[in-house]
């Protein structure tokens, strides 16, 4: 109950949460569970976690050390992404010799986008300043889930791989990262890191992503204090031109007006799109999470979701969702709201930047990005939003490499991880000076080639490692200006969620049940009750058949955990 | 080198070369044997780079089918995963997701085949009919081009034309019907809408075939019966369809093979917008639970129960067709 509490009340853990070494495994520790207990459920399986107890996470995890070349014109608040309107004309080189050796490695990461051909200029400036031959192949983000399974299974991985935490489930991860992965505790723990300045950079939340079985593994890409899964964005431009002007969104009930009043498919503008993905924020709903009575339940037992369910079914019964949505054809859902066909939709804190101005003003010249605060369903109380972990993403090394390699691909990697304002930043990120882009007033600007190459390969090497995230957008300050006023003023409503940052291994027996296929899947029961096609009592009865099918065992399994977490909290 | 080939090569083809004598029928002795390799040496080697693919790209994989039996795990392999025996299979008979997808795809199937199969016919005697070359050389080539499209494109069209927010329905709001039908997304209409869309996609395709057939219908007989008073009707009663009539078992009977297997893509790309209610079949639900979800053993479980169930499907039409005297896949 004690710790039902604290989960549930976004600040106390939030505040302390940046920074130090202390207050994040003091984080940590409330939801760490030691490994190889008897879990107490009837699971009757250990319970194998990602991360261990309190003492034994703070000698596992990499000792933080704040880095900041310049201060952001946006500092952080309650763990808010810094931002800056311009760029540094002064750039700090962060690495003073050559990381490589002359090494060659392979490496595998997602791109959505046009892949660039290998080896491109861009390549071959960014492996001349690594002094070793990094050859990343960038793979179809849309389909990589399904290359990752065969990849392991065939253990044909790359000496480097990109696997995002929410993929990570289908390979049964804790046993990949024992049989197939590189353990990395031996080079980073505590601080051993040190030697590796910009790695010890990067927020503890993130490395604690890459914990498996109290051994670290992972590097951490794109981590952030401050990440929560959905905003609802819409379009201020279009609603401005309606004579509604800012509306302000108190509750769910606000938006089901607002959405009314802007809805007209006559004129081919529909007032949203699918938000059901949104829904969980207002309703204040996690995977795993407590019931008022403080027993453990999954999001499906929940009747926050089955008033999210209602809600979306209405909306799309009165029509105020997009065609296409409905369908679930959701490839042109940017191109619908660029061109006006959509007005409110939802969508990830990375949409908010300057090529997304770029495109949407190409399409429109009054095209403004705006996003509402967050707001409870009821619109009683402040917001609950629960935290998605400090970051999805993180890349492995093979178990193959041999030490000395090892050594070699941390030096590189805390090349990669050079922060923003540092030269290393500079060249991963734009390029070379006067071939990929030229210097304006605004910063860097990518030419024909830069945009080609250096444009289209960013991810590929963020994906291996970078560090915590900033926030520039070059040529569009008032893009920075309410994207990091808007995280400002709403960071403060996050929590962190129960199991927050916490990968845990399920036994084999209910791997099948975690994967909680009928919630999961393409067309999912959640999406058809939406779309009318069933009922709340078809939801019922398959929640009942998952439940029997290995759910309620899983459940026993989780509160295990649960326990051993409160036993280690209190100890 | 030439040696090693040709042994290589008599190895492989035995079995072809046993079932030709016994095809046949004639009592092959073991020199007459060896004269018939020597003849058909040529022929032989030709077939090995299709057996070559058939064993490296279908037998091979089939080995996999084991991980059915097995609780398969990803880095135990089939070598070392835990044996279930039919666990796999009774939960298969039990889900109710299961046995609906079965249920779906035997009905689109059906409705399909009915409502398909005789497009292509009619189209390739009307065109046929047809006495300008130019004319006739246009229509098939732009009845046969949507062949060349993906799934993904030919919903897409379908999509713009009939969708929420389609041409259609925009056209219709444009002129006060305020809430239009939405075609794309109604489950009671989609296995029309799957036939439609397979017909504008294949049956220029499939019609060349029966074009190739009545081309070789002799206009002898055409004109025969024309001396003797035969209208357009009975002509086509008597002369056209019944000539027309091998091939056409024939291509139901391959058809019935791809009967469990049929339109993968078309389903798993409609599957969000009628529900897993109208679209879910055997091949999406296997996908879904073994490549999605990681539930390997309980997809291949659902692959092997496709397989086997087309065979005896493929095998039992086969055996009607020689019921009722026509040759079928191959000559008894």
């Given at each position: ?86 760029y540094?004309?002064?750039l ?7 990381p490589g050796?002359?090494?060659s490695y392979s490496a595998i990461t997602p791109l959505w986008g046009t892949i660039p051909s290998a080896n491109n200029p861009f390549d071959q400036a960014v492996n001349k300043a690594l002094g070793a031959s990094v050859s990343v192949n960038p793979a179809n983000g849309n389909?990589y ?13 790359p000496?480097w791989?990109q ?58 890409s794109y ?127 990375g949409?908010?930047n300057a090529a997304d101005?770029q495109k ?35 890349s ?16 590189i990697?805390?090349y990669l991880a050079a922060?923003f304002?540092s030269y290393e930043y500079n060249l991963l990120n734009y390029g070379v000076e006067g071939v990929d882009y030229t210097m304006s007033?605004t910063g860097p600007q990518l030419n024909a080639s830069g945009t080609k190459y250096a444009g289209s390969s960013v991810s590929t090497y963020n994906f291996l490692v970078s560090p915590?995230?900033?926030?520039f957008n070059a040529g ?96 | ?332």
């Amino acid at each position: 109950m004690h710790r039902a509490a604290s989960h549930d009340s976004p600040l106390d853990s939030r505040i302390s949460r940046r920074g130090f070494l202390t207050a994040t495994a003091g984080a940590a520790g409330a939801v760490a569970a030691a490994p190889l207990l008897a879990a107490c459920g009837s699971g009757g399986a250990p319970a194998k976690t990602g991360a261990a107890s309190t003492g034994l996470l703070q000698r596992i995890l990499p000792q933080y050390k704040s880095s900041s070349l310049f201060k952001p014109d946006y500092p952080s608040v309650d763990g808010s992404t810094p931002a800056y309107l311009s760029y540094p004309s002064n750039l700090v080189r962060t690495v003073s010799e050559i990381p490589g050796a002359g090494g060659s490695y392979s490496a595998i990461t997602p791109l959505w986008g046009t892949i660039p051909s290998a080896n491109n200029p861009f390549d071959q400036a960014v492996n001349k300043a690594l002094g070793a031959s990094v050859s990343v192949n960038p793979a179809n983000g849309n389909n990589y889930s399904t290359i990752l399974p065969p990849l392991f299974s065939g253990n044909k991985i790359p000496d480097w791989i990109q696997v995002p935490t929410f993929w990570a489930p289908p390979l049964n991860f804790g046993q990949a990262a024992a049989d197939r992965l590189a353990d990395l505790t031996p080079y980073l723990a505590g601080s051993k890191i040190n030697k590796y300045p910009n790695l010890a950079a990067i927020f503890s939340d993130g490395w604690q992503a890459g914990i498996w079985d109290d051994k670290l593994y992972g590097f951490p890409s794109y981590t952030a204090g401050f990440n929560v899964g959905y905003q609802l964005y819409y379009r201020a431009d279009i609603l401005q031109q309606l004579g509604i002007g800012t509306p302000a969104i108190k509750s769910i009930n606000d938006l089901m007006d607002l959405a009314k009043q802007v809805n007209d498919p006559k004129a081919k503008r529909w007032a949203m799109g699918d938000i059901f993905g949104y829904l969980f924020q207002p309703y204040n709903y996690a995977t795993w999470m407590l019931d008022d009575k403080g027993n453990l339940i999954t999001q499906w037992e929940s009747e926050a979701i089955i008033e999210a369910m209602n809600w979306m079914a209405k909306a799309i019964k009165a029509g105020y969702v997009h065609p296409d949505q409905v369908a679930g054809n959701y490839g042109n859902g940017i191109t619908e709201f660029y061109s006006g066909q959509m007005v409110i939709v939802s969508d990830g804190m990375g949409a908010w930047n300057a090529a997304d101005a770029q495109k949407g003003q190409a399409a429109n010249k009054n095209y403004t990005r705006a996003s509402f605060d967050f707001f409870s369903a009821s619109g009683s109380g402040a917001p609950k939003v629960p935290l998605e972990a400090a970051t999805a993403w993180t890349s492995y090394l093979n178990k193959r490499l041999t030490p000395s390699q090892i050594e070699e691909v941390l030096r590189i990697a805390n090349y990669l991880a050079a922060p923003f304002g540092s030269y290393e930043y500079n060249l991963l990120n734009y390029g070379v000076e006067g071939v990929d882009y030229t210097m304006s007033g605004t910063g860097p600007q990518l030419n024909a080639s830069g945009t080609k190459y250096a444009g289209s390969s960013v991810s590929t090497y963020n994906f291996l490692v970078s560090p915590n995230n900033t926030m520039f957008n070059a040529g569009y300050p008032q893009v920075t200006k309410a994207a990091a006023s808007w995280a400002q003023r709403n960071a403060k409503y996050g929590y962190q969620p129960l199991f927050y940052e916490l990968n845990v291994t399920v036994p084999n027996s209910l791997s099948s049940a975690n994967a909680m296929t009928p919630f999961s899947q393409t067309s999912n029961i959640l999406y058809e009750v939406a779309r009318g096609r069933a009922t709340i009592a078809d939801y019922q009865s398959t929640l009942a058949t998952w439940k029997r099918n290995g759910g309620d065992k899983l459940k026993a399994f989780y509160e295990g955990v649960l326990t051993q977490q409160k036993k280690l909290g209190s100890a | 080198m030439t040696r090693a080939a040709a042994t290589g090569v008599a190895g492989t083809a035995t079995p072809v070369g046993t079932l030709a004598v016994g095809a046949i029928g004639v009592a092959g002795t073991r020199p007459r044997w060896r004269v018939r390799l020597r003849r058909d040496r040529a022929l032989l080697v030709m077939c090995v780079p299709a057996l070559v693919l058939l064993g490296v790209f279908g037998y091979a994989p089939m080995l996999g089918l084991v991980m059915a039996f097995q609780d398969y795990d990803l880095y135990d392999g089939i070598l070392h995963s835990p044996w279930v025996g039919l666990a796999n299979f009774q939960q298969l008979f039990t889900d109710p997701g299961f046995l609906h997808a079965f249920w779906n795809t035997l009905m689109l199937f059906s409705v399909q085949l009915v409502l398909f199969f005789p497009v292509p016919i009619a189209l390739a005697i009307l065109l046929d009919s047809l006495m300008s070359r130019r004319i006739r050389t246009f229509v098939q080539a732009v009845v046969t081009l949507p062949h060349f499209f993906s799934f993904v494109l030919v919903v897409t069209i379908f999509n713009q034309v009939f969708g929420g927010a389609g041409a259609l329905d925009t056209f219709l709001r444009s002129h006060g019907v305020t809430s239009p039908f939405d075609f794309m997304t109604d489950p009671g209409t989609f296995k029309f809408l799957v036939t439609s869309q397979l017909i504008w996609k294949e049956a220029g395709w499939s019609m060349i075939v029966y074009l190739a057939a009545l081309a070789a219908i002799s206009s002898e007989l055409h004109e025969a019966a024309a001396v003797d008073g035969a209208g357009y009707w009975r002509r086509l009663v008597h002369i056209t369809l019944p000539g027309l009539k091998g091939i056409t078992v024939l291509l139901l009977i391959l058809n019935l093979g791809y009967a469990l297997t049929f339109g993968f893509e078309q389903m798993l790309i409609q599957l969000t917008a009628v529900g897993p209610g109208a679209a879910q079949v055997i091949t999406t639900f296997s996908f879904e639970n073994g490549i999605v979800a990681g539930n390997y053993s309980y997809g291949a479980a659902a692959g092997l129960f496709l397989g086997a169930t087309s065979v005896i499907l493929i095998l039992g039409a086969n055996k009607v067709a020689h019921l009722f005297g026509e040759d079928g896949l191959y000559r008894k």
